[in-house]
T-cell receptor, first 114, second 112 residues
Framework: DAGITQSPRHKVTETGTPVTLRCHQT?????MYWYRQDPGHGLRLIHY???????DKGEVSDGYSVSRSKTEDFLLTLESATSSQTSVYFC?????????????FGPGTRLTVT | QQQVKQSPQSLIVQKGGISIINCAYE??????FPWYQQFPGKGPALLIA?????SEKKEGRFTISFNKSAKQFSLHIMDSQPGDSATYFC???????????FGKGTKLTVNP
């Protein structure tokens, strides 16, 4: 498996509280991604990063922010969690789709917002 | 706006049978078409991928068939095994964009 870890792996939080999910990689890959996976919706891109401090929005970015201060870490923050953000969150990394054509996924974080 | 449409949503196949999952896309600029396999509780993992300059790619029991004119591609799993039971996602990527667009997934169950 590619060297990707996500923390926490499981979290239960209350509506309105802030939540930060962490993705850590040891592959020194340039690109990092946050997806959410929901039944019937597949994988949807939230935000992605193409370098340190370089990030951009995906298709479902509302209510989420990200930060990348180091190559190896990509943080996803829910400023004020809502029940609609209950989901499984996956981090992925890529050297470059032009080089290896592959995104490597982490093990996921299951987030429940009550 | 769904750019990659995947069907069926779920599929049940007997052991030894052929599993077929189909995807259709709209954006003719897509030039990379991977399939990902996901087991319960795990992250997706790349299974096989194709570029539009070939019509078919085979790796073991897994084959991608690609029809550029119809803007469709499909995954065929020959001699399906219970260990193939998983969720399969098709995706599409475009040169110059480091993002992939995923289909909604197909849950495959192979009965023994």
């Amino acid at each position: 498996d590619a060297g990707i870890t996500q923390s926490p792996r499981h979290k239960v939080t209350e509506t309105g509280t802030p939540v930060t999910l962490r993705c850590h990689q040891t592959e020194n890959h340039r690109y990092m991604y946050w997806y959410r996976q929901d039944p019937g919706h597949g994988l949807r891109l939230i935000h992605y990063s193409y370098g340190v401090k370089d990030t951009d929005k995906g298709e479902v970015s509302d209510g989420y922010s990200v930060s990348r201060s180091k190559t190896e870490d990509f943080l996803l923050t829910l400023e004020s969690a809502t029940s609609s953000q209950t989901s499984v969150y996956f981090c992925a990394i890529s050297e470059s789709l032009a080089v290896s054509y592959e995104q490597y996924f982490g093990p996921g974080t299951r987030l429940t917002v009550t | 706006q769904q750019q990659v449409k995947q069907s069926p949503q779920s599929l049940i196949v007997q052991k030894g049978g052929i599993s077929i999952i189909n995807c259709a896309y709209e954006n003719t600029a897509f030039d990379y078409f991977p399939w990902y396999q996901q087991f319960p509780g795990k992250g997706p993992a790349l299974l096989i991928a194709i570029r539009p300059d070939v019509s078919e790619k085979k790796e073991g029991r897994f084959t991608i068939s690609f029809n550029k004119s119809a803007k469709q591609f499909s995954l065929h799993i020959m001699d399906s095994q219970p260990g193939d039971s998983a969720t399969y996602f098709c995706a599409a990527g475009q040169g110059g964009s480091e993002k992939l667009v995923f289909g909604k997934g197909t849950k495959l169950t192979v009965n023994p």
